[in-house]
């Protein structure tokens, strides 16, 4: 269902959202790389056919999200770890990634644990590395203002406003809001 949604809430553009996210981030044959709030895994194995023989992770605080992202993967016959963790306590030693990627989920967190999230982006990214995150553009706590952002009708905070200095405080540097076509998700990339 959850895939259905996305789809249906992105005006069936989720495919080519997710396209653009890879386009920006990146990815290249033998990197190492990390999908934080990986839902179903949809991001994970698109990455995974970017790095071939390189290796990728998801992680997730839903067990239900990862069972499904899981069975996805063991159906595509992609090699791919996914783990149920939380972005404020990625289970990973530091410097371990070329890229982390993050899609849709940051809006989800109170601000507090956006800012230990992003911490621990920061630690578990190589010297050099990237991250990536695409969310919607404006932010709101309810499920109207999450419809109405879609929809580019929110007055909500707007999403680059408040995580581009949580990343520049995180120890990212080169902290930039990349703009695309997407109107209403925004695209930010830090290394």
């Known amino acids: 269902w959850y895939d259905l949604f996305s789809r ?15 386009e920006l981030a ?14 179903t895994g949809t991001l994970a194995l698109a990455l995974k056919s970017s790095v071939g023989t390189g290796e990728v992770h998801g992680i997730d605080a839903s067990p239900e999200m990862v069972e499904v992202a899981k069975q996805k993967a063991a159906k595509a016959g ?29 809006h989800h967190l109170p601000d507090d644990l956006k800012r230990t999230g992003l911490d621990e982006v920061r630690r578990v990214l190589k010297p050099g590395g990237r991250f990536i995150a695409m969310d ?5 706590h309810s499920p109207l203002g999450h419809l109405l952002s879609i929809f580019d009708r929110s007055r909500g905070e707007s999403m680059v406003d408040k995580l581009m200095p949580m990343l520049k405080d995180a120890g990212l540097s080169d902290v930039e809001d990349i703009p695309t076509h997407h109107k ?8």
């Open 136 to 140: 919607v553009a404006t932010e709101s």
């Open 8 to 22: 249906v809430i992105s005006f069936g553009r989720d495919k080519a959202i997710r396209e653009k996210l890879i």
């Open 184 to 191: 209403n998700f925004a695209f930010l990339r830090a290394r």
């Open 26 to 39: 990146a990815p290249a044959p033998g990197e190492k790389a990390l999908d934080v709030g990986c839902g």
């Open 78 to 106: 992609s090699d791919i770890d996914f783990q149920v963790a939380l972005i404020e306590a990625i289970p990973f030693p530091d410097a371990t990634f070329d890229l982390v990627t993050s899609s849709l989920m940051l």
